[in-house]
């Protein structure tokens, strides 16, 4: 498993090392226990990267050469040391060591609490994306939020979604942090806009009246067989006064510490949406405080290493992940104009060569915008640089559409029909060099449907980057005995270089790697079957499909449907004699927004079907639902590599791209799914034959609206369907208890199906029983499985990086 080594390794100086960790922990070897050894070991090992990450710091190659600032509200990285583990080259000497003192390395590692500072697909691409500049050396800083509880922790109770803290560095802190006090920032919020006059000039200048100090932690991101370590710096709201002794004295010990927790409650929490705008108050706080004190972090490098503020385009670009952390734009404006007394043309010309954005949806729910009154209030000086943004921008559209109002209201910042809204996606566009939607079919309904007027105005600026996945953690980690394999037949390079598993697909017909393949798979599906057994007492037959859907819980994702298919099984397991059918297990893992009513019954509703189905002794094992509770990063590791069918079933265009699509793929597994974001692209990978596509596409879902779509009429037509929906209303799966799924049936029925489950429910049944006739055919199966995993080489996050880098960043690689 091990690459080459990048530090020569001094086993007993570890091994001591380790030792004296466990004695700031108050332990001894004989008294520590699992948990114990496992912060010794990844601080021990943390020395390491942290002297990597400072002397990557003060590389003068890299103070001289271009750098991208990731900006994200989310990374979502998963557990750090079994990844950093294998990208340092030390994987088999640590678990020689660590089985010296008596412990298995994957036990150890289990103890890591994986850092959930994501909600989903967005989160774990910029973790990939960080992977990758590091992997491949393009100078990065990725910036986010140290948020003291990640997503929450999820159980059922009764079949219901619960939500916990997840305190997830509690208590002794998170081993691989450092914090960085010397670099910490002050942002500024409320307060109101002086109007300064000087040598006979007037100039604007905000007097905030509030400070808040950002508090830089940096977590290490390991180049793969480097020793190049970039910062992900997340931010941490602190009090510049935390104590007020004053008060204290006075008795007042909730004043005396008020500083502190306004502060602290900056960064307490992420928000819990995917696709959802989260139109709190605190939630735009959180996103200008991540502006702000990263854009302060830029300039300070950029001018720490000698470079003029003109040059800030040369030496510094800003991705902007999504429209969260847009307010940096007219953060970076502010700087310029009130703080360096540059003029507007100077700082625009600096500003709009320095940010480009990442779209990441077309749902129009998860577009943000900001009620410009709170805006005002929040950030006045900010308020004024947009308007004035958005007067001279209006004038670019008069000018090339005269007279053409329409245009000037759809294209504007400012939204004021009704509340006066600020429209941060318009922002982006008018303040970045790029934009670039994340699928080949995203980024053309980008400029088709989105923003249409902006691709006219702007020709070329809307591009195209395919999403990516990181090989290193979604293979080589996390599947070992397939990654063996491979290593075994085309060489140990494929994960710096994934275009080379193509080679592989000579030997899809090749019947002892069609065997020791499958064997993989099996293996893997034991491991998963396990945990299953161990953590929810449902015990799995593994010669059965193992068909799964793991995402975030939304009507658009169509889970649903999903369900709807499960239970039109059971419905001819019970009710037809001569119903034959291939051992199936449906995994479903999926968090609910909180607030997010109708998510919450559909999980909700697979519990009580998963409950209904799995004791039934009608069924046996030839049907048996698993939902695994509070997904996060390292479940995932546990299920993709299991994985014989992966579920992408979304309504067409309306997933951005999907990354599970590519991880599962990747390890063999076969997709179900609609010709939706990245699916499009995969199926042109690796063949029709080798995937089942079903559905409407996106011209199919356009011309069904046109024509008036009623889905009580699919409900009619098909017998099957009516009977699967009608045992929603009955108690089926609530004995005793008939219409607590309602709102599941009603959300197709009622509402009018918005993502057409009825519509493409037949096609989905078509395309499931190819997948249970084809599994049937073992070597058949093996064959797809191997051309999947195969070619999908294109789906590497360093593929993903490489096109930023020549599109659109321009960056070059400073090898270390
Ligand atoms: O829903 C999208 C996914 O399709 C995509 O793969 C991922 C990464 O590009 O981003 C997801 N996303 C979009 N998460 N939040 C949003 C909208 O804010």
């Avoid at 942290?50 to 509200?73: F, G, M, P, R």
């Avoid at 088999?92 to 010296?100: L, R």
Wanted: hydrophobic share 40%; charged share 20%.
């Amino acid at each position: 498993m091990t690459p080459k080594q990048q530090h020569a390794f001094d086993k007993s100086a570890f091994k001591a090392s380790m030792t004296q960790h466990l004695t700031q922990l108050g332990r001894t070897p004989e008294t520590a226990e699992m948990r114990d050894w496992y912060l010794a070991l990844g601080r021990a090992l943390a020395e390491h990267t942290t002297s990597d990450l400072v002397a990557t710091e003060n590389d003068l190659a890299i103070k001289q050469a271009k750098s991208v600032n990731y900006l994200s509200l989310e990374f979502l990285i998963g557990r750090l040391t079994g990844n950093n583990l294998i990208s340092m080259g030390l994987y088999d000497e640590i678990a020689a060591v660590v089985s010296e003192f008596g412990f298995g390395l994957t036990d150890l590692l289990e103890q890591e609490r994986d850092p959930s500072l994501g909600n989903g697909g967005l989160g774990r691409l910029a973790a990939c994306f960080m992977d990758s500049l590091a992997a491949q050396q393009y100078p990065a800083v990725g910036y986010g939020l140290h948020y003291e509880y990640g997503l929450f922790r999820q159980s059922f109770k009764d079949g219901a979604q619960q939500e916990a803290p997840d305190a997830w560095r509690e208590p002794e802190g998170y081993p691989w942090e450092v914090v960085r006090p010397d670099l910490a920032q002050t942002v500024g919020f409320y307060g109101h806009v002086a109007v300064i006059e000087e040598n006979g000039h007037t100039r604007r200048e905000w007097v905030p009246s509030l400070h808040i100090q950002a508090m830089p932690w940096d977590l290490p991101i390991v180049g793969y067989q480097s020793n190049t370590v970039y910062p992900l710096r997340l931010w941490e709201g602190r009090a510049l006064t935390p104590f007020a002794l004053d008060a204290f004295n006075d008795g007042d010990y909730t004043r005396a510490q008020q500083a502190a927790i306004d502060a602290g409650n900056l960064t307490k929490v992420l928000y819990p949406n995917d696709n959802h705008d989260a139109g709190k108050t605190l939630r735009l706080m959180q996103q200008y405080f991540h502006s702000a004190a990263s854009v302060g972090d830029i300039l300070r490098r950029h001018l720490d290493a000698g470079h003029p503020l003109a040059a800030l385009p040369d030496y510094e670009t800003i991705q902007l992940n999504d429209t969260h952390p847009t307010i940096a734009i007219p953060e970076l404006m502010r700087v310029l104009l009130d703080e360096h007394h540059l003029s507007w043309d100077d700082a625009w010309s600096i500003s709009s060569q320095t940010f480009a954005y990442t779209n990441h949806t077309l749902l129009p729910e998860a577009l943000e915008t900001w009620s410009e009154s709170l805006m005002a209030n929040l950030l006045p000086r900010h308020m004024e640089i947009i308007f004035e943004i958005n007067h001279r921008f209006l004038q670019d559209v008069a000018a090339k559409w005269p007279g053409d109002v329409r245009k000037q209201q759809v294209l504007s910042v400012i939204d004021d029909q009704g509340e006066r809204m600020v429209r941060m996606a318009n922002l982006c566009v008018i303040g970045s060099y790029a934009v670039n939607g994340v699928a080949a079919l995203h980024s053309e309904l980008v400029k088709r449907d989105l923003f249409p007027e902006f691709d006219a105005l702007y020709p070329g600026r809307i591009q195209n980057v395919t999403n990516g996945i990181t090989p290193r953690r979604w293979l080589k980690f996390c599947n070992p005995d397939l990654s063996a394999l491979i290593s075994e037949k085309i060489g140990d390079q494929w994960p710096a270089h994934l275009e080379q598993l193509e080679q592989i697909a000579q030997y899809a017909d090749d019947k002892a790697f069609q065997k020791a393949f499958m064997a993989v798979k099996k293996r893997n599906k034991q491991r998963l079957a396990d945990w299953v057994k161990t953590h929810l007492d449902i015990t799995l037959n593994t010669d059965a499909i193992f068909d799964v859907q793991i995402k975030r819980l939304h009507e658009y994702k169509r889970q649903h449907l999903n369900l709807l298919h499960v239970i039109s099984l059971y419905h001819r397991l019970i009710h037809e004699p001569n119903f034959d059918m291939t051992p199936r297990v449906v995994f479903f893992a999926a968090k609910a927004a909180p607030g997010y009513a109708l998510a919450k019954s559909i999980i909700f509703a697979i519990n009580k079907v998963a409950e209904t189905i799995n004791n039934d002794p009608r069924v046996g094992d030839k049907l048996k639902v698993v939902f695994i509770p509070d997904y996060r990063v390292s479940m995932a590791e546990i299920i993709i590599p299991a994985a014989d069918v992966s579920e992408q079933i979304s309504m067409a265009g309306k997933e951005a791209s999907g990354t599970g699509n590519m991880k599962m793929a990747l390890n063999g597994a076969l997709t179900i799914g609609t010709m939706d974001g990245a699916n499009v692209e995969i199926r042109e990978e690796v063949g029709d034959d080798n995937i089942y596509i079903f559905g409407l596409d996106v011209e199919g879902v356009n011309a069904l609206r046109e024509k008036g779509y009623h889905p009580d009429h699919e409900y009619h037509q098909q017998p099957l369907l009516k009977a699967s929906l009608d045992s929603l209303l009955d108690d089926t799966f609530t004995p005793g208890h008939p219409g607590l799924l309602r709102p599941v049936f009603d959300s197709v029925m009622a509402s009018g199906d918005p993502y057409l489950c009825l519509a493409d429910f037949a096609d989905y049944v078509r395309a499931h029983n190819q997948i249970d006739s084809d599994y049937r055919d073992s070597t058949l199966w093996a064959h797809k499985a191997i051309l999947n995993t195969a070619l999908v080489g294109k789906f590497s996050s360093d593929r993903s990086i490489r096109d930023y880098v020549t599109n659109i960043w321009q960056l070059k690689a400073v090898k270390r």
